[in-house]
């Protein structure tokens, strides 16, 4: 299982970016796709989650700027970044909690990473 993430760049304050990531390979199901960033210095942390039915979880400083969407069918996650500001600069990884077969744990997966810096 692969995830691939894309959509990352250099935007000015209070601009948008529109992250996607897309899981390949053979698998039974994925409970839940999301979005952790990273910045210099500091811990990996949740930006935000989404299950496979549809239930949301954001970090507080992400609320109401930032929305993630699945297409299940395209085994795909997105996140929608607006209003950016310089402390949302950081590599964004793609998170995955994934089941490869019916009788298999659950694993988590991780994108490569894709970098998103907010110029003042």
């Known amino acids: 299982v692969q995830l691939q993430a894309s959509g990352g760049g250099l935007v000015q304050v209070g601009g948008s970016l529109r992250l996607s990531c897309v899981a390949s390979?053979?698998?039974?199901?994925?409970?839940?796709m999301g979005w952790y960033r990273q910045a210099p210095g500091k811990q990996r942390e949740l930006v935000a989650s989404?299950?496979?039915?549809?239930?949301?979880n954001y970090a507080d400083s992400v609320k109401g700027r930032f929305t993630i969407s699945n297409d299940n069918a395209k085994r795909t996650v997105y996140l929608q970044m607006n209003s950016l500001k310089p402390e949302d600069t950081a590599v964004y990884y793609c998170?995955?909690?994934?089941?490869?077969?019916?009788?298999?744990?659950?694993?988590?997966?991780w994108g490569q990473g894709t970098l998103v810096t907010v110029s003042s």
């Open positions: 989404i299950s496979s039915g549809g239930s949301t």
């Open positions: 998170h995955a909690d994934i089941r490869l077969t019916y009788y298999s744990s659950n694993a988590n997966y």
């Open positions: 390979g053979s698998y039974y199901n994925s409970n839940a």
